[in-house]
């Protein structure tokens, strides 16, 4: 065991999931009409516990067991033959499990941005625990558990780069929130601005700080690796921020405060797979051009294709870390063929395991809330409780 590797992994965790609690509950919270404000925060909340259990008692195992090429295996459930000594790396293994259970928790808490205002919060919780056992898992361990999309597997010695992840993450969470878009349909009004635009900036600048223990721990070690890859992540988040505003200015005459640090989220979610292959001056190069390819993703998806895919996390995140993976091989740090071949691979499988759960999980609980329900908001009608004494 390295004593400077654990402890700053012990950071990194903390790091990971103050970036789902309070960071994401806070940007999406300020994103919504006041009246369903603490519902996405149940959301989230409720995710980030029920993740947590679903990964010690499988997801953990399925990841990052010793099975075969496509499935980790129940071997390691419970975390069975792991003990305070146990190694993972230079790493206590227990903590490698905690690391990596804080992205267990905030991939499925990512989708949440999707369907806020409208869904049921019985089909949040069965669908989030199924579709994190059944669909996160086998992907992080198909690339990060030595799985088939990993180096010596189908694509040779050299198999698909996604340092922190661009395609286990983002494309995965981006896809799944889509498809339930879809599913869901429009909100019944979409024309009420964010509650809190001031909720969104303080949430967003969580995710920000928080990102560094994301991108930067996904190392594994204190060194020159995780200082690169967490200053490539603020380089790229920055340069997104700016363009994103930029663009903003020049097609609509005034920039947002929203608008910049959605466009710092694209920087960051476009920068992940990549940062710990490239230097500061790529790190530029892709969130500048995250600001205006996610923002443009945004326009398409919302005014184009008429998706009410509300926070625009498919737009955001899935476009973004789909984006960084491809930029990866752009730079010579991995190959075409893996880069695209496991976009494509965990894209069909993400898009059938989210398909039949929605459908399956809309058997037992219900999918939508009724009308009246999403009239009065969903943190009076479901929860009971409300966020202010006057509602928007």
Known sequence: MNGADT????VATA?????????LALFYGGLVRARNVLSVFMHVYAIAALMSVLWLVAGYSIAFGDGNAIWGGLGKAFLTGIDAETLSGTIPEVLFFAFQMTFAIITPALIVGAYVERIGFGFVLAFSGLWMLLCYAPVAHWIWGGGFLSDGGIFGDTGV???????????TAGLAAIMISVFLGPRRDQK?????????????????VGWFGFNGGSQLAADGGAAMALTATHLSAAAASL??????????GRASLVGIVTGT??????????SGFIGPVEALIIGGVAGILCQEAVNLIRNTLKIDDTLDVFAVHGVGGIFGTIMIAV????????????LAIVGVFTIVVTFVLIKLVAVVTHLRVDEETETNGLDITVHGERAYDTVS
């Open 192 to 208: 009420k601005p964010p509650h809190s635009p001031g909720f969104v900036m303080i949430g967003a600048s969580m995710l920000w």
């Open 243 to 252: 363009t994103w505003a930029l663009w903003e200015k020049i097609k609509f």
């Open 265 to 274: 989220i694209a920087g960051l979610a476009s920068v992940t797979p990549a």
């Open 7 to 10: 402890a700053w992994i012990i």
């Open 161 to 171: 780069r996604d340092f922190a992840g661009g395609i286990v993450v983002h494309e």
């Open 15 to 23: 790091l990971v999931l103050f970036m789902t609690l309070p960071g």
């Open 331 to 342: 730079f010579g740090a991995g190959t075409w063929a893996a880069q695209l071949g496991s």
